[in-house]
């Protein structure tokens, strides 16, 4: 794209905004490096490189690139045969490939699911003997340690005490001095290296030595005496032998890093680019921005979705604290300009620059602020005409200095290039302009280029019922309260409400009453019909709107309903299935008295039998005896295996046996709560009870039909207790806080929990964003104060992540 559309679009002031999510300087700066491309097959990976980000980052929110260290220099450095790194380099190298060591593990570890990212963790080295090898030598702060190697250590040990000889007898010669020559409060300094001692000027000759330096009144001198000259000589000795060590291992870690310069070099460049998708992929998150389908150079088909202006996002809003409204611009084959009309401030310029700054952020590899289902094609080229370009050095005036990108525009625009043209026709006289911008506007359709112009020209507005491919739109304007809404209505022209504006100013009522009688008849027939379809277009969206309410309640309700009879039912599974068993242990325990009755009988049979003479009889009565006992034994059991057989319609059968017909008006219990109330209305196997002035929907199955005597027992029971209509209860299982300050939370979190705790709800769902992360600590401590909650927890993979926080009611 042309440097001058992107200057006007302020691309790079937009991508600045993308590089503040890097997690690094090199990555910002890859950012801003960004420039659109052409190449269809490159913009469609690198979007989809920032899409698969985007899952990485929801599936594993709280990773981050580690740091990565500038060794660009020091690498060039490295293919320099025979050169040597500074030690603060190999700190660097070490930091960089722990960088690569662990984001190759992490990016190889998910590259099932996000190939593109998997490519990138490939490209990353993995060294670790050369890295330990640096850590083994070289320190945080970037010096080389002493233990390094022996003869290091042993140097650095020997060094250590030689210092401590030599000022040790400084300062026992500095004692040994005269008060002439002794300056009081002294004490062994270092200059140029070595130690000296201050002494008096006038002492100079009695003490020799070396002057290495004197204070500013230059009363002092700072000396090195012969006493030490000697033990400094070996020092400085040691010193040397020290430096040549330390560049001996400097050099051996050189060599040893040389090999892999290019694996290097290569893994700093793919950590770059990874922390340059990595800030791309928080900005599509931050603005929920969705990757847009790009098609082919010259396709015929347009589409914008719930777009927003990128730089207006990031600032908040219009500057007085409104939201930024999304629009959705959709043009479909044949329609190539687009000509917006509306009053002034009404955003027709934000609109422009929107669409330019989504398609060039867009192939750029970065996800704009769009909603899914965004097309948008590829373009070769980029003309905005946008703004005041006058010039006084250039000796432009504004309507030439809009000539001149014109006249740039029509040398250049094709079937493949998006035009952008602001208050086409303005600056000269409505006539002359008004016929210009016409001619260049049927020349850009008839080319295919893709226009959008803002215009106020009324001839203008007329062309799109004349020529085929140019389409009418405005930014829909509050007539009543006079003021922009910024909704973009596509087929209508816009009004200017020049005269509604300067009457709400305060215009003299003579003033406007002639300006208004100076309009041509046809310009206030247009208006008055503008003005009706503006009223019939208010209508109609509110009408949408009430139906979409009306739609989203009925949904709830229905939810609440479901949701309510599943946990009826669920409660009369376990009644059910309470009841079973207890009929099981019934049977269980009658069998151990038959158990217990037989056992008797066979003993009383044996003492009878004992009691007898020797026959026949006594075995043939103890084989039957067994037998009764098995035979009753099995009776037993069978039934109760009957018992835990039996379906719950069964069992709900027996125990209505002697209940009269179901009918409406009839007096039943709910077998699964014990409730009782009157039937209201059966339906499709369904009955409406209504128990105490709460309204149950129960399956007919579940239901008791009262006797008569126990009806009127129960009507006696209600007429002596309070009668209590429970509050109509409105329960979610979820709710929405996003956009919402932190103190407004508990105003909207409190009554969901409360209704979902009436309702009997397992858990409530608080949809909160990801974002700074305020919200969620607001809703995590509210909810783990309160004592009715189970449990607090993150949402899971497929529930939100962590933009969404679980409540387990108890």
């Given at each position: 794209?042309?440097?001058?559309?992107?200057?006007?679009?302020?691309?790079?002031?937009?991508?600045?905004?993308?590089?503040?999510?890097?997690?690094?300087?090199?990555?910002?700066?890859?950012?801003?490096?960004?420039?659109?491309?052409?190449?269809?097959?490159?913009?469609?990976?690198?979007?989809?490189?920032?899409?698969?980000?985007?899952?990485?980052?929801?599936?594993?929110?709280?990773?981050?690139?580690?740091?990565?260290?500038?060794?660009?220099?020091?690498?060039?450095?490295?293919?320099?045969?025979?050169?040597?790194?500074?030690?603060?380099?190999?700190?660097?190298?070490?930091?960089?490939?722990?960088?690569?060591?662990?984001?190759?593990?992490?990016?190889?570890?998910?590259?099932?699911?996000?190939?593109?990212?998997?490519?990138?963790?490939?490209?990353?080295?993995?060294?670790?003997?050369?890295?330990?090898?640096?850590?083994?030598?070289?320190?945080?702060?970037?010096?080389?340690?002493?233990?390094?190697?022996?003869?290091?250590?042993?140097?650095?040990?020997?060094?250590?005490?030689?210092?401590?000889?030599?000022?040790?007898?400084?300062?026992?010669?500095?004692?040994?001095?005269?008060?002439?020559?002794?300056?009081?409060?002294?004490?062994?300094?270092?200059?140029?290296?070595?130690?000296?001692?201050?002494?008096?000027?006038?002492?100079?000759?009695?003490?020799?030595?070396?002057?290495?330096?004197?204070?500013?009144?230059?009363?002092?001198?700072?000396?090195?005496?012969?006493?030490?000259?000697?033990?400094?000589?070996?020092?400085?000795?040691?010193?040397?032998?020290?430096?040549?060590?330390?560049?001996?291992?400097?050099?051996?870690?050189?060599?040893?890093?040389?090999?892999?310069?290019?694996?290097?070099?290569?893994?700093?460049?793919?950590?770059?680019?990874?922390?340059?998708?990595?800030?791309?992929?928080?900005?599509?998150?931050?603005?929920?921005?969705?990757?847009?389908?790009?098609?082919?150079?010259?396709?015929?088909?347009?589409?914008?979705?719930?777009?927003?202006?990128?730089?207006?996002?990031?600032?908040?809003?219009?500057?007085?604290?409104?939201?930024?409204?999304?629009?959705?611009?959709?043009?479909?084959?044949?329609?190539?300009?687009?000509?917006?009309?509306?009053?002034?401030?009404?955003?027709?310029?934000?609109?422009?620059?929107?669409?330019?700054?989504?398609?060039?952020?867009?192939?750029?590899?970065?996800?704009?602020?769009?909603?899914?289902?965004?097309?948008?094609?590829?373009?070769?080229?980029?003309?905005?005409?946008?703004?005041?370009?006058?010039?006084?050095?250039?000796?432009?005036?504004?309507?030439?200095?809009?000539?001149?990108?014109?006249?740039?525009?029509?040398?250049?625009?094709?079937?493949?290039?998006?035009?952008?043209?602001?208050?086409?026709?303005?600056?000269?006289?409505?006539?002359?302009?008004?016929?210009?911008?016409?001619?260049?506007?049927?020349?850009?359709?008839r080319r295919g280029a893709l226009t959008v112009a803002t215009t106020h020209l009324g001839a203008l507005k007329a062309l799109a019922g004349e020529e085929a491919g140019v389409v009418n739109a405005s930014l829909q304007f509050d007539?009543?309260?006079?003021?922009?809404?910024?909704?973009?209505?596509?087929?209508?022209?816009?009004?200017?409400?020049?005269?509604?504006?300067?009457?709400?100013?305060?215009?003299?009522?003579?003033?406007?009453?002639?300006?208004?009688?100076?309009?041509?008849?046809?310009?206030?027939?247009?208006?008055?019909?503008?003005?009706?379809?503006?009223?019939?277009?208010?209508?109609?969206?509110?009408?949408?709107?009430?139906?979409?309410?009306?739609?989203?309640?009925?949904?709830?309700?229905?939810?609440?309903?479901?949701?309510?009879?599943?946990?009826?039912?669920?409660?009369?599974?376990?009644?059910?299935?309470?009841?079973?068993?207890?009929?099981?242990?019934?049977?269980?325990?009658?069998?151990?008295?038959?158990?217990?009755?037989?056992?008797?009988?066979?003993?009383?049979?044996?003492?009878?039998?004992?009691?007898?003479?020797?026959?026949?009889?006594?075995?043939?009565?103890?084989?039957?005896?067994?037998?009764?006992?098995?035979?009753?034994?099995?009776?037993?059991?069978?039934?109760?295996?009957?018992?835990?057989?039996?379906?719950?319609?069964?069992?709900?059968?027996?125990?209505?046996?002697?209940?009269?017909?179901?009918?409406?008006?009839?007096?039943?219990?709910?077998?699964?709560?014990?409730?009782?109330?009157?039937?209201?209305?059966?339906?499709?196997?369904?009955?409406?009870?209504?128990?105490?002035?709460?309204?149950?929907?129960?399956?007919?199955?579940?239901?008791?039909?009262?006797?008569?005597?126990?009806?009127?027992?129960?009507?006696?029971?209600?007429?002596?207790?309070?009668?209590?209509?429970?509050?109509?209860?409105?329960?979610?299982?979820?709710?929405?806080?996003?956009?919402?300050?932190?103190?407004?939370?508990?105003?909207?979190?409190?009554?969901?929990?409360?209704?979902?705790?009436?309702?009997?709800?397992?858990?409530?769902?608080?949809?909160?964003?990801?974002?700074?992360?305020?919200?969620?600590?607001?809703?995590?401590?509210?909810?783990?104060?309160?004592?009715?909650?189970?449990?607090?927890?993150?949402?899971?993979?497929?529930?939100?992540?962590?933009?969404?926080?679980?409540?387990?009611?108890?």
């Amino acid at each position: 794209m042309n440097r001058h559309a992107i200057t006007v679009l302020q691309l790079d002031e937009a991508l600045d905004v993308v590089a503040g999510y890097a997690s690094s300087p090199l990555g910002a700066e890859a950012v801003r490096a960004l420039v659109p491309s052409d190449a269809r097959a490159g913009v469609e990976e690198e979007l989809r490189r920032v899409d698969q980000m985007t899952g990485f980052l929801l599936r594993a929110d709280d990773w981050g690139i580690p740091a990565i260290p500038d060794l660009r220099m020091p690498l060039r450095r490295l293919a320099v045969e025979g050169s040597t790194w500074d030690p603060i380099w190999f700190r660097d190298a070490a930091e960089l490939l722990r960088s690569s060591r662990e984001t190759r593990r992490t990016l190889l570890q998910f590259a099932e699911h996000f190939p593109l990212l998997g490519a990138l963790g490939g490209r990353l080295v993995k060294l670790e003997a050369e890295e330990t090898a640096i850590r083994h030598a070289i320190d945080s702060a970037g010096a080389v340690k002493d233990d390094a190697s022996r003869e290091l250590r042993k140097l650095r040990s020997e060094i250590r005490s030689a210092r401590s000889r030599i000022v040790e007898q400084l300062e026992r010669y500095m004692v040994s001095l005269g008060e002439r020559v002794r300056v009081a409060d002294a004490s062994v300094t270092v200059r140029e290296g070595r130690y000296v001692i201050p002494i008096r000027r006038e002492g100079r000759s009695d003490v020799g030595g070396i002057v290495h330096d004197e204070s500013a009144t230059g009363a002092t001198l700072f000396v090195e005496p012969p006493v030490a000259i000697e033990m400094m000589n070996r020092l400085r000795g040691l010193e040397i032998a020290e430096g040549r060590e330390v560049q001996r291992i400097l050099r051996e870690l050189t060599a040893g890093l040389r090999p892999h310069r290019d694996e290097i070099a290569e893994s700093l460049e793919a950590l770059v680019e990874l922390d340059s998708i990595f800030a791309r992929g928080r900005y599509a998150l931050q603005y929920n921005g969705h990757r847009p389908e790009i098609l082919a150079a010259g396709t015929a088909d347009y589409a914008l979705i719930d777009a927003r202006h990128p730089l207006l996002l990031a600032t908040g809003g219009d500057g007085a604290g409104a939201p930024v409204v999304p629009f959705d611009l959709v043009l479909g084959p044949g329609e190539r300009t687009l000509l917006v009309s509306g009053p002034n401030t009404g955003g027709k310029t934000v609109l422009l620059k929107a669409v330019g700054l989504t398609s060039a952020l867009a192939q750029a590899g970065v996800i704009p602020p769009v909603g899914a289902g965004t097309k948008l094609p590829l373009f070769r080229d980029c003309f905005a005409d946008i703004g005041d370009e006058q010039s006084i050095e250039a000796s432009l005036s504004t309507f030439s200095a809009h000539l001149k990108n014109l006249n740039e525009i029509l040398a250049g625009a094709g079937p493949d290039c998006l035009v952008l043209i602001d208050e086409m026709g303005s600056g000269t006289d409505p006539a002359e302009g008004a016929a210009l911008a016409q001619a260049i506007l049927l020349d850009l359709t008839r080319r295919g280029a893709l226009t959008v112009a803002t215009t106020h020209l009324g001839a203008l507005k007329a062309l799109a019922g004349e020529e085929a491919g140019v389409v009418n739109a405005s930014l829909q304007f509050d007539s009543a309260e006079l003021r922009p809404t910024y909704r973009l209505v596509k087929g209508v022209p816009g009004r200017s409400y020049g005269l509604a504006i300067a009457r709400r100013l305060g215009f003299p009522p003579e003033v406007l009453a002639s300006a208004d009688a100076f309009l041509p008849e046809e310009e206030r027939r247009a208006g008055r019909l503008l003005a009706e379809l503006e009223e019939k277009e208010r209508r109609t969206a509110d009408a949408l709107a009430e139906a979409d309410d009306a739609r989203a309640q009925a949904l709830a309700l229905r939810r609440d309903v479901e949701e309510r009879e599943h946990e009826v039912r669920k409660r009369e599974r376990e009644a059910e299935r309470r009841a079973r068993q207890q009929a099981r242990d019934l049977l269980l325990t009658a069998r151990q008295e038959v158990d217990a009755a037989i056992r008797e009988l066979r003993e009383a049979a044996e003492q009878a039998a004992a009691a007898a003479a020797a026959g026949a009889a006594g075995p043939a009565a103890t084989l039957k005896l067994d037998e009764a006992a098995r035979e009753a034994r099995r009776r037993v059991e069978q039934a109760a295996k009957r018992q835990s057989e039996k379906t719950p319609e069964e069992l709900r059968r027996a125990s209505r046996t002697g209940a009269g017909a179901l009918r409406e008006g009839a007096r039943v219990r709910v077998a699964a709560t014990g409730a009782t109330g009157t039937v209201l209305e059966l339906k499709n196997g369904r009955a409406t009870v209504d128990a105490n002035g709460v309204r149950l929907q129960v399956n007919t199955s579940g239901l008791e039909t009262l006797s008569p005597d126990e009806a009127r027992a129960d009507e006696k029971r209600k007429v002596a207790q309070v009668a209590w209509t429970a509050p109509e209860v409105h329960a979610r299982p979820e709710i929405d806080l996003r956009g919402m300050r932190a103190e407004e939370v508990a105003t909207v979190l409190h009554p969901a929990l409360d209704a979902a705790i009436q309702a009997d709800l397992a858990m409530l769902r608080v949809i909160h964003g990801k974002g700074t992360g305020a919200l969620r600590e607001v809703v995590a401590e509210l909810l783990r104060g309160d004592p009715r909650i189970k449990a607090v927890r993150p949402g899971g993979l497929g529930e939100g992540g962590t933009g969404v926080t679980v409540a387990e009611l108890a």
